[in-house]
């Protein structure tokens, strides 16, 4: 009944329809709303707890507020009564004990000049002689002041005058608009520790000052305590700085994870940095709600992606299977027949499935066509050169038949010369269709059957020469494997004709190499032994072939005479492509024949 109301509604077979109405079962929008809202009260509830530590790192700090407020004021309220008793020192120390013995809240209070000379200081004795007083002009803190006399907040693990660790408040003193120096009050480093009030549970909490300049001003660490390894790793306290009260997480010096605060004492001159352990942070609850609130969407999302996963593989990826093997076994060479059509799949697939089918049929068919042309014509062309072949060996008989009738020696060399030529023609002829491959041929063959060929006719003069040969394999391309050979043919054929007896030597002897000195490279050298007595030089025809046939490779031909040797090197680029075997052939060689005939 179903297949039946399926083949009349033929939509029903399309791959989006069947798609469509599995993935409607998915429950993807509800699980976004979900997220959504769920993700919007994490994110609040952090927010809400991120402002409950900045809170709570400012009421930590208020007391230390509260002492540096107090001390900028004073610092500011002692200026003009400083100004007054400038110019009595005793008085104006006077004035600065008695300002911190009642106060009891400061360690030490003066006056630094810009000299450096400090003379109105409440740690002077007044039992001292008259003039008595404290050298800071070498002082780190008078410099950094010089250098820009602004009001600061900085700590000292030495005071120059307590000579123990204080927090300095220095105010700069101005008579009209002339610098005349600052005013320091010192705070124990104790006292503002003391003010550090933390709630109960805050177990592993760090508060600590830092100025505006990156300087911590009260923590352990100036006690010898560790605020040094609750700090964030490889971060400067300057660069939080700027942006106001903030909350990060990041990696402390101890390697631990921790939640900081940063929030404004005084702002512009002292803030506070909390560093709070996740657990006393609570970001352990807030992962956990962000996870609660990922988990149900995603467990829905999941649900979704298994429905649409079985969907997709019924309906696709199985079919999708099955035609890739089909091309991959085509692709391979399985082409016996041609792959069946996928019929139980989507009416898409099939329709692709039919689609190969018949692109597989029409491929057989015209490689088999193909092949069969192919086949014909390496069978017509290995037919040529094997004529080319007979021929050429034809044409050797008649030169040699010809040069038994003649009785001039000049002329019987002339026409053994052109003898040995086209026996090296013929030679390349029988390699080019004895050979399997017509558009890649042996070099190092073609040219060790040429000197075999002139090396039995030199044995057949009664010359006693000793030949040596060092021919590595190399593949050429026909139309550089023919000049090649020749090339060969009369070079190594002049040094036949030219080799004499080296001094000191049993006999003559001639080498051939053919090397490659790297890739795309190819070497041919031959050289022959030359004695006291040279042979006579000829008519230059080989010289001017060797030229013809070198300009046909576009290779450099190098020669040079030694004493005892004469040596010819052409190194030459080796062709890269395919082309028709033998198509060049007759090209070479009519154009090497008539540079020849030009230069001759």
């Known amino acids: 009944m179903l297949r039946r109301i399926s083949s009349q509604l033929e939509f029903t077979r399309r791959l989006g329809f069947r798609l469509g109405a599995l993935l409607s079962v998915a429950i993807l929008p509800i699980g976004l ?38 001390a900028l004021g004073s610092a500011d309220a002692l200026g003009p009564a400083i100004l007054e008793t400038l110019d009595r020192p005793e008085q104006c ?25 400090m003379r109105c200081s409440s740690g002077i004795d007044p039992e001292l002689a008259e003039g008595d007083g404290f050298d800071m002009s070498s002082n780190e803190l008078l410099v950094n002041f010089l250098q820009n006399p602004v009001t600061t907040v900085t700590s000292v693990r030495r005071g120059a005058v307590t000579g123990s660790a204080v927090v300095l408040v220095q105010q700069p ?14 705070l124990s480093q104790d006292l503002l520790r ?55 997480r990041a990696v402390a010096n101890n390697g631990e994870t921790r939640v900081f605060t940063v ?48 969907a997709v593989f019924r309906l696709v990826l199985r079919h999708i299977t099955v035609l890739r093997g089909q091309m991959r076994r085509f692709a391979i060479g399985n082409r016996d027949n041609a792959p069946p059509v996928l019929l139980d799949a989507p009416t898409e697939i099939t329709d692709v499935s039919q689609t190969f089918h018949n692109m597989a049929r029409i491929l057989i068919r015209d490689e088999e066509a193909m092949e069969k042309a192919v086949a014909e014509k390496t069978i017509l062309l290995k037919e040529v ?6 021929n050429l060996q034809l044409i050797a008989s008649i030169i040699n038949m010809q040069s038994r009738l003649v009785d001039d020696p000049d002329a019987k060399q002339v026409l ?48 006693r020469l000793a030949i040596q ?60 032994s030359v004695g006291a007595d040279p042979a006579e030089s000829g008519t230059g025809l080989g010289t001017q072939l060797i030229e013809a046939f070198s300009m046909q490779l576009e290779g450099d031909v190098e020669t040079r005479s030694e004493p005892d040797r004469y040596v010819l090197t052409m190194t030459f680029k080796l062709a890269q492509g395919h082309h028709d075997a033998g198509g060049d052939t007759r090209n070479v060689v009519l154009t090497s024949a008539a540079k020849a005939g030009s230069r001759h």
């Open 33 to 70: 709303i979900s997220l959504v809202q769920n993700l919007h009260l994490s994110q609040e509830a952090e927010r809400s707890a991120e402002i409950a530590l900045l809170g709570r790192t400012a009421s930590a700090a208020s007391g230390e507020r509260a002492l540096l407020q107090s």
């Open 93 to 117: 120390a006077e004035l600065l004990r008695n300002f911190v013995q009642r106060s009891g809240t400061y360690s030490h209070a003066g006056f630094v000049p810009v000299d450096g000379y």
């Open 173 to 186: 003193l101005y008579r009209d608009r002339e610098l005349l120096g600052y005013v320091a009050l010192s």
């Open 194 to 248: 003391s003010t550090h009030a933390m709630d109960f549970g805050t177990e592993g909490t760090r508060i600590m000052t830092f100025n505006n300049r990156g300087r911590v001003l009260n923590g352990d660490d100036l006690a010898g305590g560790t605020t040094e390894d609750l700090l964030p790793r490889d971060r400067d306290l300057v660069t939080l700085l700027g942006r106001g009260e903030r909350t990060f």
């Open 263 to 310: 929030v404004p004492v005084i702002p512009g001159l002292v803030y506070a940095l909390g560093s709070w352990s996740p657990q006393t942070a609570g970001v352990g609850v807030f992962q956990l709600s962000r996870f609660g609130a990922v988990l149900l969407p995603a467990a829905l999302w999941v649900v979704s992606l298994a429905v649409a996963y079985f």
């Open 385 to 390: 050169h094997h004529r080319v072949k007979n």
């Open 416 to 463: 053994r010369s052109v003898q040995d030529r086209v026996a090296a023609l013929a030679t390349i002829y029988r390699n080019l269709y004895q050979a399997e491959q017509l558009d890649a041929v042996d070099a190092d063959m073609l040219i060790t059957d040429i000197i075999g060929q002139l090396t039995n006719v030199t044995k057949g003069s009664g010359r």
């Open 469 to 528: 040969s060092d021919i590595q394999p190399l593949t050429m391309m026909p139309d550089q494997a023919v000049p090649l050979t020749l090339l060969a043919t009369e070079a190594f054929t002049n040094a036949l004709k030219y080799a004499t007896k080296p001094q000191g030597g049993t006999r003559p002897w001639v080498s051939v190499s053919l090397t490659s000195p790297g890739p795309g490279l190819g070497r041919l050298q031959v050289a022959n």
